[in-house]
């Protein structure tokens, strides 16, 4: 099993921030920890690439939707780069899909900034 | 024919990928594929964060008694803890616009809840004299039929070996 790991890059435009295993209650206050500090730097374009997280909780949700609201109340964004298939299936059962904008592949995603 | 196993956990969110890992070890069991274990999973974690958060009100207050059971069609999960009455019909319904423009009107509140009811055929909770019980119950999925017989063949002579 892939460990709970993130990592942040920064870019001139946009802040890369790559979430790797399994995100549930113990942990997601630190993925929260990570993108709010981002955000409390005026650092408000972020890509997640959520491409190696192998399972994600409503906790990670939480702390994820909260960085996308906050993202755009200050003129910025949250984009997902490539999703896993399961962190696809508990957006889509949450219903909570069509609020991210999504792209298959990194450059793209921060491209798009 | 009914198989049953039961634990018991201390309420850590440390410790929640264990429980549900010993729920998983069931529903391998259970015969369940990979996307209906990761439903088992989902709900097991949501239930057990529940546990924590509004029944113990944090980490380290009291334990979590997990049980799984195969019986007749069913994966049925118990969990069991000693906490404060927790009442779901009390838990707000989470508000989530289709729309990416209103996202302000978005409220996550009670998404734990509302994924355990997605991906479980049900789940009931009561409170007793011992605390919160929570019952989550997935049908199994459907043995695969039979392979059909292949047409009789003319029946080989029989030979005594000597």
Known sequence: MTNFAINVESFKRVDLVTVAGRVDSSNASELDTALQSLLD????????DLSQVTYMSSAGLRAVVSALR????????LRLASPSERVLEVLELS?????FEKFDDLTHAVGSF | MSRKRSTVFPGRYELIGQICDFVLAGASEAGFD??????????CDEACT??????????????IFVSWEIRDNSF????????EPFDPAAVPKPVIPTD???????????LGLHLMRKVMDDVHFR???NGNVVIMTKRLPPRSAPAPRPPAAPAPQEQEET
């Open chain 1, 41 to 48: 730097n005026n650092r408000n374009n972020i890509v997640l």
């Open chain 1, 70 to 77: 906050e993202s755009k109340k200050n003129g910025g964004d």
């Open chain 1, 95 to 99: 219903g909570l899909n069509t609020l």
């Open chain 2, 34 to 43: 990979p996307d209906a274990t990761f439903q088992v999973n989902l709900a």
């Open chain 2, 50 to 63: 529940n546990i924590i958060e509004h029944a113990y009100n944090g980490e380290d207050n009291g334990e």
């Open chain 2, 76 to 83: 049925i999960i118990t969990l069991h803890d000693n906490g």
């Open chain 2, 100 to 110: 990416p423009a209103q996202i302000n009107q978005l409220q996550v509140g009670g």
């Open chain 2, 127 to 129: 409170f007793d004299d």
